[in-house]
C-alpha cells in the first residue's frame, strides 16, 4: 500500500494576503462537494462519487457528479448507506479520468465540505495515490460555520441540519434539466449530489448572518482554518475581530 505523503505548503501563503481570502462573499464562487466512498478510512478506501454544486452571491450555476469505479471491493454494509453497487460503477471510469473534470469544475473557487477534514483526506489520498498534482484550492469546513451561525442546535448532521432547517425538504427534488446526461440522481441522504443539494442551500441561507460586506476573510475566522489538498492538517490563520453578527 502506498504511504500517504503530503508537502507542506510555506507558510508564506498564509501570512500575506491572498485575493480569495479578500473577495467579499458577494463576489466569492463557491463550490460544496461531497464524496462517497468506500469506507471510513482513506488510506484504504476509494472514492466512488463526487458531488458538487456551484454557486455565486445566493444563485446555484451549476451542478455535477461523478461515479469512479474503484480498484476494491465495496462491502455490503457501505452500499446500504449510499446505494452505490459494484453494477452501478462497473463502467465508470478511474479517478484518474475523472478528477481533470472535477479540478476544471473547481478551478478558482473556494471548496466547502461539511466534515471537510474527511472529503479532503479521499481526495488527497487519490491524487496521491494517481500521482496527480495538488491544486491550490482551499477548502472550508461547514460544520463550524454552522455551530456558529446556530449555536442553538443540538446536532449538527447534515440531515439534522436538513430537517431542522428546511423542513420542506422531502419535497425537494433536483431537476433533470439542470443535470449533464448520465448523472447519478437519488433523492436520498448520503448521496453526493442530494447532500450538497441541500449543504449549498444552508451555507447559502447561512451567509445571510454575515456581517455586510463580509470577505471570505470572515469565514475562515468561524472554520478556525483552512485545508488544502497538499496538506494533511487545518492550516490556521490569524484572527481578527468577530465575522457573525451577534
Known sequence: MMTLSFQLVAETVYAAPESWLDQPLSNATFVVFDVETTGL???????????????RNGTILERRNWLVKPDIPIPLVVQDIHGITPALVSNAPPFSSVY?????FTSNTILLAHNARFDHAFVAE????NQLPFPPTPILDTIPLFKAWHPELRSYSLHYL????TP???AH???????PEGTLRT??????????EFLALLV????????????VTALTQLTGGVYFFEHHRLKKLPRKAPACKP
Do not use: W
Not at 126 to 129: A, K, V, Y
Not at 173 to 179: F, M, N
Open 204 to 215: 447559502m441561507n447561512g451567509f445571510k448572518k454575515m456581517e455586510p460586506g463580509a470577505t
Open 173 to 179: 427534488t433536483i431537476a433533470d434539466e439542470t443535470l
Open 168 to 170: 420542506n425538504h422531502a
Open 187 to 196: 433523492n436520498r441522504f448520503h448521496s453526493a449530489l442530494y447532500d450538497c
Open 162 to 165: 436538513t430537517e431542522t432547517l
Open 100 to 104: 481533470p473534470d472535477f479540478h476544471a
Open 41 to 55: 478510512t482513506a488510506r484504504q478506501e476509494r472514492v466512488l462519487e463526487i458531488g458538487a454544486i456551484k454557486f
Open 126 to 129: 487519490e491524487l496521491t495515490r
